[in-house]
């Protein structure tokens, strides 16, 4: 079942067109990233999502209905350029925001314990936002984001800024929400944690979806028969074994073995292949070579890049 | 408790606990006071050091005149900052000459010929230090009231006939309305309250919807407004902190209310109440002031405290003649109308740009009808019945600080209700003008926003 549903948004600025008939699928329970290169429309969606700006035209829903107003009160969303007010204590603050998503003051207060005891910032509560590091701030602002325990989650480029470590807790973090049952929509450009982390993504190009659904199944999709071949022996024997039915992408000499990536003709199966060598060099390593997230991304961006550009 | 109120209490709450809030809350009656005090009592400081001025009588021949022949010795009195030595034996240049060694800080040449001057005539005054407006007057006002009475004098007019020639008129202004009840007229008092009322709507509007700008301007640099308004409405959000600024004036203004009333009643008791039965006292001697210079000086001196706590005591008498609560309910609601018409405006301006400097040329068109409002109030004051302070009462841009003006004075309640009108449907007029530039302004970065661009925004 899907959480969220966005069907045919069309968003139009008054010279360009942030998004063209964009549909987004969210399964509840899922975490569904949002990617394309910058100024695609991933914050313009976003912020359709969150009811910041109305779209133009196509239709929104939440929980197998249409999206409410009063709906945000079950999303939580922590925007690309985070802030907070600089002269506000920190505690009196998150108290604030809480009490806006719609909870009572005694029940905001129960969690924000819990949260700032887990987070180890107890010691801040009354320190103005001012006085705490960027990093703090970005931890403290991450828990007001979460506090209401919405079921919607909307991480705007959320690791930017972090360092590795606060990186981390963050991955750890979102991994966790999804277990308590949240549903989880963020935008990267990071695709390294698009493999970690996503089961789903939509890829926005020119304000278009060009590329979505299961990350697997896409990664699986745009694998091209390619294999990567570790052995010790002759490197010539074993291209002429292949040879006519498999081109060579890659060869590295390393200090004790070889090792060649090939791309394989259809026909050829990888147990074809290995029967093929194992009698002429002993084989270390076998693996065949799925495209990673950035692979694909650049593929498809650049593919549509080149095609007519894209006019109004 | 609701979204809004939620807003309106953070924005409340976070600027009371300010301590330039408290400090100007506890000190604003005082200072506003002082404004008023200080001036008058800083001329008094200055004038605190005694000139001394020589006189200097001559003759047709330009020689000095002896004592006994002097027709000018005494004729001007002395006072208490200024005091007059008449030389008998100085001749004209050589006292002009002794610029380094006489100690005298200015000479005063007077020609016998004048006794007999025509309709106009001048009078030489050597000076060291430039004399003041006051000295000025009082040399050549005592000099004409001699000469008036020395040429009636000469003409055989009897002294009891001079004395009663001049006549003095103060003007009784009386309600007709009241007749036949004659009360006190109030007039004065309601000029001061209606000017101050209207200058401190006029001084709120300013700082407070400054205010406004700065907050939303703040929250718009700080990034937080994206998260607000994933929250609530931009419309909520905006009309939170106008609303939550509005009771920080709106406390304001009652505490300095409350404070000014403390502190005239404290000084009333204290200070005015026992030396008032002897100010009445002080009435009958006055014409001892004008006969005897020497002995009025001394009784002026001493009569100052009794003036002013007559003064004060009048003041406080008429107050109670005026409509207060009139004024107050009159002053909360244009306060309030004039302060969202501006605040909502102030707003826009704060949302459409990215920082401080950019909001001069959008603060230009709101600060001009302020000005002309102030302008048109001090005419207002003046004559709260002319037409230009009737119209200018009516156009909601300018009505809340001119009617101010005016309300002391019993408007026609047609006019009345015409302006209240106006100004309601103004303001709401505004607002939803503002909530539209706000909208989209506030998640607008980096883009040099002009007239063409906001008018982009508001038919969005």
Known sequence: MYLFTAR???????????LDRVTVNVPEGSVYGLLGPNGAGKTTLLRIINQISMPDEGELFFMGRKFQPDDVAHIGYLPEERGLYKKMKVGEQALYLAQLKGMSKAEAMKRLKHWFTKFEIQAWWNKKV????????????????????PRLLIFDEPFSGFDPINTNMLKNEILELKKKGSTIIFSTHDMGSVEELCDYITLINKSKTILEGDVHNIRMEYKSNTFEIGFNGDAEVVKSQLNGRCQLVEQVEERDHTRIKIKADRSLSGNDMLNLILPVVSVTSFNEVIPTMNDIFIHVVEAQNQQKPNVL | MNKIGLIIWREYLTRVRKKSFIIMTLIGPVLFAALIILPGWFATMEDKDVREIAVVEYDANGQPVPDSLQFFREVIPNKENIRFTYLS??????????YEAAHYDGVLFLSQGLISAGRETSVELYYRKTPSMGMEVHISKSLEKFLF??????????????????????????????WPNQKEDTTDVKRGLGYAAGFLIYFFIFMFGAQVMRGVLEEKTNR?????VSSVKPFQLMMGKIIGIGLIGLTQFVAWLILTFGISTVAQTVFFQPSAKAATEITAPSDIMNSNPVVGQA??????????????????????EVNIFLIIGAFLFYFLGGYILYGSLFAAIGAAVDN??????????ITVPLIIGIIVMINAFLNPSGKMAVIFSIIPLTSPIVMMARIPFEVPPLQLLLSAVLLIVTFLGTTWLAAKIYRTGILMYGKKVNYAELWKWIKY
């Open chain 2, 356 to 365: 401080e400097t950019d909001t001069q040329q959008f603060m230009f068109p």
């Open chain 2, 299 to 320: 009784v002026a001196e001493s009569g100052d405290r009794e003036e002013m706590a007559l003064a004060f005591n009048g003041f406080m008498k008429k107050m109670k």
């Open chain 2, 89 to 98: 034996s100085a001749r004209l240049p050589d006292i002009l000459k002794l």
């Open chain 1, 8 to 18: 045919d948004i069309v968003k139009r600025y008054t010279n360009h067109l942030a």
């Open chain 1, 130 to 149: 001012e006085e705490l590091s960027k990093g703090m701030q970005q931890k403290v602002q991450f828990v007001t984001t979460i506090i209401h325990e």
């Open chain 2, 149 to 178: 009475d020395n040429k009636l004098r000469v003409k055989n007019i009897p002294p009891e006939v001079i004395n009663s020639l001049e006549t003095k008129i103060n003007l009784t202004r009386i309600n007709w309305k009241n």
């Open chain 2, 224 to 228: 937080i407004v994206e998260v607000i």
